[in-house]
């Protein structure tokens, strides 16, 4: 490699001086186009950091900003924005907090807001329970489905909405409990494996038949009050159906047995105290749009 820069035969150019395996690298200039576009950057992005809010500064203990020449700031921008979006759809809103939730659903043009709405709504208060896709988990009921524990109708869901369920501060809130049978002495253990057992048997999945034969009769005398007779449950307590697949806490022997022997008792917040009315319809017909509603 040599350190001395020498003309290119081919092209005239000046080389770097560097040569490798006989290849020579040439010290080709910028093209004046591209240098002057370069330069103007330069100086565009000076007047900028003159002229708008560009530098941020730390300052009195928190972050701070340059205003700028101008003062501009895009805050208000966005502002005036929004206020012009909030003012453009308060009539629809409007009309959606004072007509009934059973009107809104024959009003194409109030139930396409009702559900974008109520979709962004679900999101910001609700997913965190029962997940962006309304899917659930152990604890938290799957809302895409047909299993509901206090009513699938739009009224249903609407006053489950508003007044939360076992939630303290709302005299109107969901109430029933699971009794805890083991915890305070209702049944023993073996009674409460043989019951156990009996309920797996509803959906199939009992292994052991004698022990169903005897859960049986535990089963009607602790737990029809409430399950029914055919253990399809009752909605209007919140009891679940036992005979389906669809199990809030698991349905496994083990996950039964602990929901019998030390109950359950979940909690819903009640909304009502926290969002408008319009807002809760919003979300009622949107949880009721998912495919699971009555």
């Not at 809302?143 to 709302?170: C, E, F, K, S």
């Not at 349905?251 to 009640?270: C, L, N, Q, Y």
Request: aromatic share 10%.
């Amino acid at each position: 490699m040599s350190d001395h820069p020498l003309k290119d035969d081919v092209s005239g150019t000046d080389t770097t001086g560097h040569e490798w395996d006989g290849i020579r690298e040439l010290n080709t200039p910028l093209p004046k186009w591209w240098l002057y576009t370069f330069y103007a950057c330069i100086a565009w992005a000076a007047v900028y950091w003159v002229v708008m809010p560009a530098w941020p500064y730390f300052w009195d203990g928190a972050w701070r900003h340059t205003t700028g020449a101008v003062g501009y700031t895009q805050r208000d921008s966005v502002s005036g924005e929004l206020q012009a979006i909030a003012e453009g759809r308060a009539g629809t809103v409007q009309q959606i907090a004072a007509t009934p939730i059973e009107e809104i659903v024959k009003n194409d043009s109030l139930m396409e807001v009702a559900l974008a709405s109520g979709k962004a709504a679900f999101g910001d208060n609700c997913a965190p329970c029962h997940g962006s896709g309304a899917q659930g988990s152990k604890g938290f009921p799957n809302l895409n489905d047909d299993d509901w524990l206090w009513g699938g109708t739009l009224a249903d869901i609407q006053t489950t909405v508003t007044h939360g369920i076992r939630w303290d501060g709302d005299d109107d809130t969901r109430q029933n409990m699971m009794p805890r049978f083991l915890d305070d002495a209702m049944l023993k253990s073996a009674e409460i494996d043989d019951a156990a057992e009996y309920v797996l048997s509803l959906s199939g999945h009992s292994a052991d038949g004698a022990s169903g034969l005897r859960g049986a009769e535990v089963f009607a005398k602790n737990c029809v009050a409430c399950h029914g007779a055919d253990a399809k449950g009752n909605r209007s307590l919140g009891a679940p159906d036992l005979t389906d697949a669809i199990w809030l806490y698991g349905g496994d022997k083990k996950a039964i047995v602990e929901t019998v022997s030390h109950g359950r008792g979940g909690v819903m917040p009640a909304w009502g105290g926290r969002l408008q009315p319009g807002t809760i319809k919003e979300l009622a017909l949107y949880v009721h749009s998912l495919g699971g509603g009555k």
